[in-house]
């Protein structure tokens, strides 16, 4: 499941247009990008270490001497000296220890941790957008499902008014099935709110300012995957934060590496060459060529305690990295198995729902014949009225937690950035 597109999983064609719309516009992908260009351009510099480095540097000085001064009063006469050179420099230093292949590495799984944070916002994204979708046609269902409450509510009301009128029933009655009007005209309200709250948010995933978003329905959707398990190993290839967490991890364990390495002589080779003349008409004349080469080998001795520190810090990282891979993968594993349950047995909560609203259906309108005929209370029309109503908001809820626990269950297993 975990390896399939999202576009095998997610079939409504409303819904994908929306996943694609955010994939291409949110501002969390788009950031994410910008973190494996950085990685590059480190890891590009990281590939250059061993090169060896060299400047130019073209100059050009002026000299005069004090007259006030020793050499002055000895000259007699102020001169002036004009100096030209162009000089070249390389400098090269030998990986004795590795420190720089270490480094190579570190950055290497630095680069393949940013690629799998993208690829884990982008399974984060199309999970967002899929259950608050649902989540949407959710809040559609149990409108409809208010709207006709209401006006079986105010049919009833004008019943309770005529049975009044007759004798029957009591202004209690009345103000309790009037009451009830009120009740349900409040929570459309309510929940016109949170949808239009929802709605905001998807606009938001999808970076675009607020609006409408356009939909489906509940009963139109279809989640049925085959949920058969693997191997729980699985995990490894498919989820991007746990192969984030590992790279973070081999990150940690090169830089070690490298902090080690510091305890170690380090051997670099430096060399100068240029021309130099006071007389710029010389300047390229083989008397104004000049040399030099130096090697050295330097091993740190005292440095107020910097390389050991720096080493120690290391090692606490890696065993930090360690523990953040270790709780990664039974993360991991534990919402798997969290969303495998709800997903499996879904169905059957949903049937048994059902079968509730059924009987409350026949209980709300046994009821209200009896109270027509003087043979049951008010009370008890009023009571299965609201377990009817109840009954059929819980079914919509079930179905949309049927459909929050399939996109769990994918994002779990790693599906969303394919």
């Known amino acids: 499941l975990g390896?399939?597109?999202?576009?095998?999983?997610?079939?409504?064609?409303?819904?994908?247009?929306?996943?694609?719309?955010?994939?291409?516009?949110?501002?969390?992908?788009?950031?994410?990008?910008?973190?494996?260009?950085?990685?590059?351009?480190?890891?590009?510099?990281a590939k250059?270490?061993?090169?060896?480095?060299?400047?130019?540097?073209?100059?050009?000085?002026?000299?005069?001497?004090?007259?006030?001064?020793q050499f002055g009063q000895l000259i007699g006469e102020r001169r002036y000296i004009n100096?030209?050179?162009?000089?070249?420099?390389?400098?090269?230093?030998?990986?004795?220890?590795?420190?720089?292949?270490?480094?190579?590495?570190?950055?290497?799984?630095?680069?393949l941790g940013t690629v799998a944070a993208h690829q884990q916002v982008k399974s984060g994204l199309v999970a967002a957008i899929a259950t608050a979708y649902y989540q949407l046609l959710t809040f559609d269902e149990q409108k409809r499902i208010i709207e006709e409450t209401i006006s079986v509510r105010k049919k009833n009301l004008e019943t309770t008014k005529a049975l009044k009128e007759a004798g029957t029933l009591t202004e209690v009655a009345v103000q309790q099935?009037?009451?009830?009007?009120?009740?349900?005209?409040?929570?459309?309200?309510?929940?016109?709110?949170?949808?239009?709250?929802?709605?905001?948010?998807?606009?938001?995933?999808?970076?675009?300012?607020?609006?409408?978003?356009?939909?489906?329905?509940?009963?139109?959707?279809?989640?049925?995957?085959?949920?058969?398990?693997?191997y729980s190993s699985s995990l490894l290839a498919n989820r991007p934060d746990v192969r984030k967490a590992e790279f973070d991890l081999m990150n940690a364990f090169e830089l070690t590496n490298v902090a080690k390495a510091q305890f170690y002589p380090s051997l670099r080779l430096t060399g100068s060459t240029g021309l130099q003349t006071v007389d710029i008409d010389r300047l390229f004349s083989g008397h104004s060529l000049f040399a030099s080469v130096v090697a050295g080998l330097a091993q740190p001795v005292l440095n107020r305690r910097q390389i050991k520190t720096n080493y120690e810090v290391s090692l606490a990282n890696k065993e930090k990295a360690y523990l953040t891979f270790r709780k990664t993968v039974l993360t991991a594993g534990k919402e798997v198995s969290d969303a495998l349950k709800i997903f499996q047995t879904q169905n059957q909560f949903i049937d048994f729902k059902e079968k509730e609203l059924n009987a409350y259906t026949k209980a709300a309108s046994y009821s209200q014949d009896l109270m027509n005929y003087g043979m049951a209370s008010f009370l008890e029309v009023l009571n299965a009225d609201v377990n009817k109503l109840n009954a059929e908001l819980n079914i919509a809820n079930a179905k949309y937690t049927k459909?929050?626990?399939?996109?769990?269950?994918?994002?779990?297993?790693?599906?969303?950035?394919q």
């Open 3 to 45: 390896s399939l597109p999202w576009k095998e999983i997610f079939t409504d064609a409303t819904l994908q247009g929306h996943i694609a719309k955010a994939l291409e516009n949110n501002i969390d992908i788009r950031v994410a990008l910008q973190n494996i260009e950085s990685a590059d351009a480190y890891l590009k510099q």
């Open 48 to 69: 250059a270490a061993y090169q060896p480095t060299l400047t130019i540097t073209p100059g050009y000085s002026f000299q005069t001497q004090s007259l006030n001064t």
């Open 83 to 111: 100096q030209f050179d162009i000089t070249g420099a390389i400098g090269f230093e030998a990986d004795l220890w590795g420190r720089m292949k270490a480094q190579e590495k570190a950055q290497v799984a630095t680069y």
């Open 177 to 230: 099935s009037e009451a009830l009007v009120f009740n349900a005209q409040a929570s459309l309200i309510s929940l016109d709110n949170q949808m239009t709250q929802l709605e905001n948010t998807i606009s938001l995933l999808k970076g675009e300012p607020s609006a409408s978003v356009e939909r489906t329905n509940l009963n139109a959707q279809n989640f049925n995957v085959e949920t058969n398990l693997g």
């Open 403 to 417: 459909l929050q626990s399939g996109v769990e269950l994918y994002r779990a297993l790693g599906g969303g950035w």
